[in-house]
């Protein structure tokens, strides 16, 4: 109910309204995407799946953008962001359009799918650092914790449920690359949808404020790399976000180890069918556990951080996730892992809500481009890091007690980490100057 109120509360913003529909339509469609990936790459039963499999398809598909990302966001705090919500739409179309010609003809073990497949995920990647930059556009200040939780919370769970769409497509279209196909093909017309809602932004809405003067796209590459160190210069200036940054990138690290070993236990070790399922079907049910976590965290997060300071709220979850990894984790069942999922979507979602924040909150509009592709980055190098860590230590069933208390102790060390960069950073605050009646009364007591 919470939930709701708050977006109650947002949708009487100007273009807010519109930036949230354009993000669920474009996030579903990332689900259902997804769903068609996992298909091809993960669970197609005539390739055999171990980690280091799962690792090469992740760094394929995140690595290159990792690279690629610094010029997307001097790019963002250059074009008008509205104009990209629109065309990042239209261009993904065109790449799955692609990615379906090559799956119809050759199937999904090529370069041409991986690399359509690569244009497809890098540039969402673009466009969700194009909606974080654009949201304090759309609500007030004192709003954007309530703005996050709600539009990124809301997104994540259009994009398990998309999941969920898509496997239930292919069920109906088949298993094999046509099916995978058709999934994706479904994905393309609701980007279609997302580019239509986004046409409707006056050009100048979601900012930059102050655009750069025209110059060519040439010129505009050219000056990306010392753009991008300027933005870096901006971040480390400002420590209460970039060590937000760095907490959650640690723990992003600790959730692709404990990712892979889902993927691959749900693959190989995990069999026999019923309520909860093996395969796809019980990792998406996964998926759509964590979706349910994610939409109690954006209940729970807004009033949390009114007690609790968003760097603190960030630590508990930190420490809860390494409790969950502990105990839900080693078991090894599904029923242990289904409720994992569910906590893992609330304990992430919260903190990301709360960074998210931090950073919109400590950042300049004319750097947040730059900066949110500086934390896509940290992301996506952090997570391809623990699947090459997983693909080494991982046996082909996923099932490793040593490896789920490296995860633990990653998050362990991750929330003590923070904890004392927020002490230290508390500390070093210089204390609020005392009132002009305080100081002459502690100058009359002195007297």
Known sequence: MTLVGDVRTLLRHRGFPRLYATRLLSQTADGIFQASLAGAILFDPEHQTDARRVAAGFAVVLLPWSVVGPFAGVL??????ARVLVLANVVRVGFIGA???????????GVPFFLAALAV??????????????LPHVVDPDELVMGNGVSTTSGTLLTAAGAGLGLAVRSVAGTG????????ACAAVLYLAAAAVARGFPVTLLGPGQPAAQSTLATTL????????????????????????LAIGAGRFCYGLTSVATILLYRNYFHGQGLLRSGLTGLVQVVVAAG??????????PLAVRRVAKPWWIVTMLSGSAAVVLGLGLPFTKAALLLAGLLFGFTAQSAKICVDTIVQENVEDAFRGRVFSVYDTVFNVAFVAAAVL????LPRSGKSVAVLIVAAAGYGVAA????????????????????????????????
């Open 76 to 81: 963002l705090d250059r074009w008008q962001r």
């Open 99 to 109: 990615e379906v010609a090559v799956l119809l003809g050759a199937g999904p073990t």
């Open 121 to 134: 995920i890098g540039v969402n990647r673009f466009y969700l650092s194009a909606l974080s930059a654009s």
């Open 177 to 184: 690359d046509a099916g995978n196909a058709t999934v994706a």
């Open 222 to 245: 050219g000056r990306a790399l010392s753009g991008f160190r300027g933005g870096l210069r901006h971040l480390g200036q400002r420590p209460a976000a970039s060590t937000a940054l």
């Open 292 to 301: 349910v976590g994610a939409v109690l965290a954006a209940a729970v997060t």
């Open 390 to 393: 997983g693909a080494v230590e």
């Open 416 to 447: 003590a980490g923070y904890a004392t960069a927020v002490r230290v950073l508390k500390a070093d605050r210089p204390a609020a100057p005392r009132s002009t009646a305080a100081a002459s009364a502690a100058g009359a007591a002195r007297s």
